[in-house]
């Protein structure tokens, strides 16, 4: 009957271990909790749900050792239940603590947070003022640019000017070439044929005058020779 019995109480044992452990571990959690509070709530209601199952199984451990048989054995049982109560209240205290520590740390990090705010505004409007001056000097680079490229645009028109002007100076320079070549290959033309024509009237000129000798001689030598 007494093996019977001790079984139960093994249990509970074992389940009041189990518990405290989890406890342990959850408060450890909340001493870590970065935040926000939302979060802290959460591992608190675990915490809560644990510390009602362990004040449970130490109430059933106290139960069993009320109704056993042997006194020392009730007696033992009983130190056990005041160890494990203590050991609870240890828990509770350092769970008060986690959450005074947590929500301290949660409190100065939202400050840090509003500060690091308040800084990343002001960088923000330096930032800003920064981009938009320079904006303005880009804007201003662009203008002397673009400048810049009407000034050359201007320059360009200006040579493609003088080009058109320059080529058709050329072009009408080569039409009086082609012009004055027309006429000294006309005037080459025209002197060749006076030269023909000279030599032509030299020779004509030639022989009339040697005919003309021709008919003098003949007549002087009829008169002065009429025998011949």
């Not at 059933?60 to 239940?81: G, H, N, P, T």
């Not at 645009?153 to 100076?169: D, G, P």
């Not at 033309?189 to 008919?215: G, H, V």
Request: proline share 2%; hydrophobic share 40%.
């Amino acid at each position: 009957m007494a093996a019977a019995a001790s079984v139960p109480v093994r249990v509970c044992h074992q389940e009041i271990v189990k518990f405290d452990l989890e406890i342990k571990a959850a408060v450890q959690d909340i001493r870590d909790c970065p935040g926000p509070l939302s979060a802290l709530t959460e591992l608190n209601a675990a915490v809560k749900e644990k510390f009602h199952h362990l004040r449970g199984r130490i109430q059933e451990l106290e139960q069993m050792a009320k109704e056993q048989d042997k006194e020392s054995e009730k007696q033992a049982l009983l130190r056990e239940v005041e160890n494990h109560k203590k050991q609870m209240l240890s828990n509770q205290a350092a769970w008060r603590k986690a959450n005074l520590a947590c929500k301290i740390a949660i409190d100065n990090s939202e400050k840090d947070q509003l500060l690091h705010g308040r800084d990343s505004l002001r960088q923000r409007k330096t930032t800003k003022e920064s981009l938009a001056e320079s904006a303005s000097n880009i804007t201003e680079s662009l203008m002397n640019i673009s400048r810049m490229m009407s000034q050359q645009v201007q320059q360009s028109e200006e040579t493609v000017q003088t080009l058109a002007n320059s080529s058709r100076t050329i072009l009408e320079a080569n039409e009086e070439f082609k012009s004055m070549s027309g006429t000294i290959q006309l005037g080459r033309k025209l002197i060749t044929k006076y030269n023909r024509r000279e030599l032509t009237d030299k020779l004509l000129i030639f022989l009339a005058l040697a005919l003309f000798l021709a008919t003098v001689l003949y007549i002087l030598k009829k008169r002065l020779f009429p025998f011949l």
